[in-house]
């Protein structure tokens, strides 16, 4: 059965400090890895995965997909409170309709 | 990125009132448009799968005459909540992809308060 696992679950940090958020997945036919933030409304698109290796940055956010290992990072560099949210992974398996394969979610609160 | 918005953005019935609810692709059309539901503190959960013109796709578990789904144009569905009944008030959430779209993008929600 196709899944995704996200870790850790839920996260306290001080704001300034760095953290990294996990996902693992199996699939039987992977074709991306996707970030999502989800505060108080429905999930905002961070960042879309396809090859090994390759980084993806957006400000104090980046992420980077291994395949062989079959996992994805999402890294977030001088935390601020404003990054407090729900950062949700998901693949695409490549099925019909694209449906994705959500993960739990880490729930991320950065105190002042 | 493609823009979705959802009508109405909050719902408060009555219990066996029906309840419609509206996902526009704004820019874009989206030949495949998903429905989901999220309860307090839980992830999403896809309730169902519509591509336009066709029936939609029900998860495990949903039921398809209680959740009715409409995806008549490439830029509009609809999900209608029948006889709603306070277990179904939950935060209600549209995605749409299609054409040059490579995932989904979402609309802002619609949370539906049955009394």
């Known amino acids: 059965e196709d899944k995704v696992v996200q870790s850790p679950l839920s996260l306290v940090v001080h704001e300034g400090d760095t953290v990294t958020l996990n996902c693992s997945y199996e699939v039987t036919n992977f074709r991306s890895l996707l970030w999502y933030k989800q505060e108080k409304k429905a999930p905002t698109f961070l960042f879309m995965l396809?090859?090994s290796g390759i980084e993806k940055k957006s400000g104090r956010l980046s992420s980077i997909l291994d395949k062989k290992e079959l996992f994805s990072i999402l890294n977030i560099t001088a935390t601020q409170t404003g990054d407090s949210a729900v950062y949700l992974c998901a693949v695409d398996n490549a099925g019909n309709n694209r449906k994705l394969i959500w993960g739990l979610g880490t729930s991320l609160a950065v105190n002042p | 990125g493609a823009v979705v918005s959802q009508h109405p953005s909050w719902v408060i019935c009555k219990s066996g009132t029906s309840v419609k609810i509206e996902c526009r692709s704004l820019?874009?059309?989206?030949?495949?448009m998903f429905w989901y539901r999220q309860f307090p503190k839980q992830s999403l959960m896809l309730m169902a799968t519509?591509?336009?013109?066709?029936?939609?796709?029900?998860e495990q578990g949903v039921e398809k005459d209680k959740f009715l789904i409409n995806h008549a144009s490439l830029t509009l569905s609809t999900l209608t909540v029948t006889s709603a009944h306070p277990e179904d008030s939950s935060f209600y959430i549209c995605?749409?992809?299609?054409?040059?779209?490579?995932?989904?993008?979402f609309g802002p929600g619609t949370r539906l308060l049955v009394l």
């Open positions: 519509s591509n336009e013109g066709s029936k939609a796709t029900y």
């Open positions: 820019d874009f059309q989206a030949t495949t």
């Open positions: 396809t090859s």
């Open positions: 995605s749409a992809t299609g054409g040059d779209q490579e995932t989904q993008y």
